[in-house]
Nanobody
Framework: QVQLVESGGGLAQPGGSLRLSCVASGSILSPNTMAWYRQAPGKQRELVAAMHSDGSTNYAASVKGRFTISRDNTKKVVSLQMNSLKPGDTAVYYC?????????WGQGTQVTVSI
């Protein structure tokens, strides 16, 4: 069973940085879209950033200019560089790979931004 495994979460101070990475545990075809979502307590899961096979990207307005998504199509890895972190970025972050109708989700990694 292919699984996505996130790493890099943790505690950061406001203004700090974290880098999240997500890797598939088994062999998969290249996803059309690799993305990061997040879910804070009491809120719905929201798209943070996505990168498509043509290289185009989408960012939530709240993170644009602070977060950068990147992907390695050979290794099937997606990363999220998070800079200038704010307390509002606190959430569980999930990676997601999509190809055709299929989708895979990671288990989630906690990001907490606090003094």
């Amino acid at each position: 069973q292919v699984q996505l495994v996130e790493s890099g979460g943790g505690l950061a101070q406001p203004g700090g940085s974290l880098r999240l990475s997500c890797v598939a545990s088994g062999s998969i075809l290249s996803p059309n879209t690799m993305a990061w979502y997040r879910q804070a307590p009491g809120k719905q899961r929201e798209l943070v950033a996505a990168m498509h096979s043509d290289g185009s990207t989408n960012y939530a307005a709240s993170v644009k200019g602070r977060f950068t998504i990147s992907r390695d199509n050979t290794k099937k890895v997606v990363s999220l560089q998070m800079n200038s972190l704010k307390p509002g970025d606190t959430a569980v972050y999930y990676c997601n790979f999509k190809r055709g109708y299929s989708g895979l989700w990671g288990q989630g990694t906690q990001v907490t931004v606090s003094i």
